[in-house]
């Protein structure tokens, strides 16, 4: 006997809604949605890559799996699942705020990796990678956070992280 996907939106039949409803459609017509979750989900789907938005339409909304999305994009298999993990990544990243003040959830250190994440002046040094510009190179940034800061980054690629991943 196959194995069968539970489709993660069983609870929300049980709410009585119908995950062939678009949400926004559903929302729409005065359905029990909450519409600031609704427009900040939209608003982060709308920031992803229109692979990327489509996918998790496809997956968390329509409740398809790998191989029939795979059949409908003509995707191979191994490239949705990555694509998954971008998708969802970027949107935790750009939720992640709207979530803290929506449910009260603060935490102080948000990456215990990160050392720009869990240095005093975070702040500052989030500041001070916002103001590099694309024709620049990492070389004066790093220098300022190994003066200023006392950080001893060498590489590009963790700032190039940090700015993609955990600053919003």
Not at 22 to 51: H, R
Not at 72 to 91: F, G
Not at 130 to 159: F, N
Request: charged fraction near 30%.
């Amino acid at each position: 006997m196959g194995k069968e996907r539970i489709i993660y939106q069983e609870w929300i039949v049980a709410l009585g809604r119908d995950p062939s409803v678009p949400w926004q459609e559903a929302a729409s017509s005065g359905g029990s949605y909450d519409t600031a979750i609704i427009t900040a989900v939209g608003k982060a789907l709308s920031s992803l890559s229109e692979e990327e938005a489509a996918f998790i339409r496809l997956f968390y909304f329509q409740g398809l799996g790998y191989r029939e999305i795979s059949e409908k994009t003509n995707r191979e298999i191994y490239r949705l699942e990555a694509l998954h993990e971008s998708a969802v990544r970027k949107l935790k990243t750009r939720l992640r705020r709207f979530l803290e003040n929506r449910f009260d959830i603060s935490s102080p250190v948000k990456y215990p990796d990160c050392p720009l994440c869990n240095h005093p002046e975070r702040e500052e040094i989030d500041r001070l990678i916002r103001t590099k510009t694309a024709a620049e190179t990492w070389k004066r940034i790093i220098k300022t956070l190994r003066d200023k800061y006392g950080l001893s980054i060498v590489m590009p690629q963790r700032l190039i992280g940090h700015r993609k991943y955990h600053m919003i």
